[in-house]
């Protein structure tokens, strides 16, 4: 629905349980709530599911003599996953009031977005008698700690906060990085899609550069504002990955082992490069950032940023940026979080 000028969607349920306010991240919009199949990220040009996806699974030829004949792609960019489900749905699911929106400058400053959650909580008092829930996915998560920090409104009951820079992230800095692996990616791709993906970098480069993004780097004067602090009626929770690889790129390998007289054949796919592991190449060790680091980041955001400083308590996944609002164990770990709450 269009509330004003806000473009709203909610899902009434039992005005007893508390109403679920879903924030998404910089550069995105409702979708990656309510439907992520048409979710777009990294400045609207890249689709949320190429993050999501894993390595393809051995193609098992069968038994002959000679290498089938089989056609076969020379690349893969991994297979989806089965499923795409969100929190919006499990909640949902358990008739819980649940309202999301697309923030009108989803690349502007975070101050620009207080005033929109302002009209969403006003909106969600409407659904509940149980109070309000916060649940902030990367930048959303500073969005909530903002309008906190200004309204200190005691309806909230609960944020949480997944893959959010709280200390900041530092993937800007590595603009500088990106164009020259461009030039190098691209050919991969073949000459049918090598504009479509340069054109895709190109909004990419222009989108990291943002005034947006900047805001979110360490000791940024956005950062250096926000001096909150724990409010003692609200319950703090957050969530960080721990696996950087966002996307990998696959050429296909015939490989065969002995059966008998003859030869079973397989196809396996080979590893042609990943990102954000990639940039081993090009950054030097000294400035290679945690957020990229196997163990210590999701790609975008590090783990210790993740961590609300005050949070009750704190979870990591070995999951990506992406990969952690659609992981089960994380959904059902956040489910019972807010149910241990009510």
Request: aromatic share 10%.
């Amino acid at each position: 629905m269009k509330n004003g000028k806000l473009d709203i969607v909610f899902t009434k349920g039992s005005v007893e349980k508390p109403a679920v306010i879903f924030i998404h991240g910089l550069g995105m919009d409702k979708d990656i709530w309510i439907n992520p199949s048409k979710s777009r990220i990294l400045g609207g040009r890249l689709p949320l599911n190429i993050f999501l996806r894993e390595k393809p699974p051995v193609r098992d030829f069968g038994v002959s003599r000679n290498k089938p004949k089989a056609e076969t792609p020379d690349l893969s960019t991994g297979v989806q996953p089965k499923c795409t489900e969100t929190l919006y749905n499990d909640l949902k699911f358990k008739k819980y009031p649940v309202i999301t929106w697309s923030q009108k400058r989803p690349s502007g400053p975070i101050d620009s977005v207080v005033s929109e959650l302002e009209e969403i909580i006003k909106l969600a008092k409407e659904l509940t008698k149980a109070g309000i829930i916060l649940i902030g996915h990367s930048r959303g998560g500073l969005i909530g700690r903002k309008y906190l920090l200004q309204r200190k409104e005691v309806s909230v009951k609960s944020l949480i906060t997944i893959s959010t820079p709280h200390q900041g992230s530092s993937v800007a800095r590595l603009v500088r990085y990106v164009k020259p692996l461009a030039s190098f990616i691209s050919p991969l791709f073949g000459g049918a899609h090598k504009g479509t993906f340069s054109y895709s970098m190109k909004h990419v480069l222009d989108f990291l550069k943002s005034r947006a993004l900047k805001e979110l780097l360490p000791k940024s004067s956005f950062l250096k504002s926000l001096r909150d602090g724990p409010l003692e009626w609200i319950h703090y929770v957050s969530l960080g990955g721990t696996r950087p690889t966002l996307f990998s790129l696959y050429r296909w390998r015939w490989n065969s082992v002995s059966e008998g007289k003859s030869l079973r054949w397989f196809l396996r796919p080979e590893e042609l490069f990943s990102i954000p592991e990639i940039f081993r190449k090009v950054i030097p060790d000294k400035f290679y950032p945690d957020e990229i680091v196997e163990g210590k980041g999701d790609g975008l955001v590090s783990a210790e940023s993740s961590k609300i400083p005050w949070s009750h308590y704190h979870y990591n996944f070995s999951l990506n940026h992406a990969q952690m609002l659609f992981d089960k164990a994380v959904r059902e770990l956040v489910v019972k979080s807010i149910e241990k709450m009510i």
